[in-house]
């Protein structure tokens, strides 16, 4: 038994000086010891024209040694680099900090103003997308300005600007005033010469003329229609970026707007009623009428109504219909001075018309794709709401003329 024995010793003995010097330059086991690796929890990438540099800058933060051990400030580190192309920058990086930065824990990505108007975002997404440790679940943001100033400005209310970008965007879907992609939907995106997409704005703001905050506002219209013209379209503001949610569901869970309005004819109020309102479902086709698409979108909602100062009886019928129809008014308003923003003053399809008739009618997309910016400012729309309850609560309206 000893003697089959010796042969195995004897070969497991001669692979040892190979195997210690597998993994590393020096020799020895290649694992990444903690208190050796920078993680990066957000980046920020911008461009200068007059030098034709790309910048990149980074807050990383060194893992706790121990567990259950909070974030301190110390641990949060910044570096800044430049390059002719953006793989030199992130490559320069390295230069600056002892430890090995990893991008496996990165949420954010925020892009600078300047870089969306340049002719550059191509071999920016590029580079991104084929990165193995950039996570195609982080999320990006166009800054008002350099992302520079937002990765260095001082957070709100966390420890580091990574995690409080992160809360904040986690309490957009909640909120419903913008709209934030990923860095997989900013890929797939910006693949498609016949779409454009929206993603949030982050810039600094400050709060009753003093302190600067970080916040998220309004809406960013890029697309790639032709490598020619810049990314960068334009801005939605938060009216208009809610009644983009409209048209299409962003998230898991529909948010709740809140729609105000005038009940009471006799009132000196601008509005006297509010109204939140939620999507239940949506349903939006396409058709071939002439030789010419037509979208219909039918929207399927439910409300309560939050507050009333109107002197009017909530019980009726007849008032509910009328709040109904109101509202109603409102929301296909927003959503046709929208369309004719984008359809007839930008000529950007941030509404998915594009692979709709793409997939409900491949043969007419085979034959016209290619005259798309034509046919799409003069696409009809037809919109219609379809009331599933209106919820006026527990309390009823005083009639008018009754003693309160």
């Known amino acids: 038994m000893q003697k089959k024995w010796k042969p195995l010793l004897l070969t497991v003995l001669l692979l040892l000086p190979l195997l210690q010097g597998c993994g590393t330059a020096e020799g020895g086991i290649a694992v990444r010891e903690l208190n050796q ?217 529909e948010p709740e707007f809140v729609y105000s309005t005038l009940l009471d004819k006799k009132s000196e109020r601008k509005f006297d009623t509010a109204v939140q309102m939620k999507v239940d479902n949506r349903k939006i086709k396409s058709t071939i009428e002439n030789g010419r698409p037509k979208i219909t979108i039918d929207l399927f909602v439910e409300g309560t109504i939050l507050e009333s100062g109107a002197h009017v009886d909530l019980g009726k019928k007849e008032t509910v219909a009328e709040l109904e129809k109101r509202i109603e008014n409102k929301v296909v308003g927003d959503m046709k001075k929208l369309l004719v923003k984008m359809q007839k003053q930008q000529n950007v399809d941030i509404f998915g018309f594009s692979p709709l008739i793409h997939r409900q009618h491949k043969n007419y997309w085979r034959e016209h794709k290619q005259h798309w910016r034509e046919i799409y400012p003069n696409i009809p729309v037809h919109i219609k709401i379809h009331w599933i309850n209106l919820r006026t609560g527990m309390i009823n309206q005083a009639k008018a003329g009754e003693a309160q």
Do not use: C
């Open 37 to 253: 690796l920078n993680v990066v929890m957000l980046t920020g990438v911008d461009y200068d024209p007059k030098h034709k540099k790309f910048i990149i800058t980074i807050q990383s933060v060194k893992p706790a040694t121990e567990k259950g051990v909070a974030v301190s400030p110390e641990s949060v580190y910044m570096a800044r680099a430049t390059g002719d192309t953006i793989m030199e920058a992130s490559k320069n990086l390295r230069a600056q900090t002892s430890g090995r930065l990893v991008w496996f824990h990165s949420k954010v990505i925020v892009f600078g103003e300047t870089l969306v108007k340049q002719h550059v975002m191509r071999e920016v997404i590029d580079f991104f997308a084929r990165n193995r440790e950039i996570r195609y679940s982080s999320w990006v943001l166009v800054a008002k300005g350099n992302a520079e100033d937002i990765i260095t400005a001082k957070p709100n209310s966390e420890v580091m600007m990574g995690y409080e970008l992160v809360g904040i965007i986690n309490n957009q879907g909640e909120w419903g005033r913008t709209v934030i992609v990923s860095l997989r939907d900013l890929i797939n995106n910006y693949a498609d010469p016949y779409t454009g997409f929206v993603t949030g704005q982050v810039k600094k703001a400050k709060i009753n003329g003093k302190e600067e905050r970080i916040i998220i506002t309004n809406g960013v219209v890029l697309s790639a229609l032709s490598p020619r013209n810049p990314i960068y379209e334009s801005t939605l503001d938060k009216k208009e970026m809610r009644t983009l949610r409209m048209f299409q569901d962003f998230t898991k869970q």
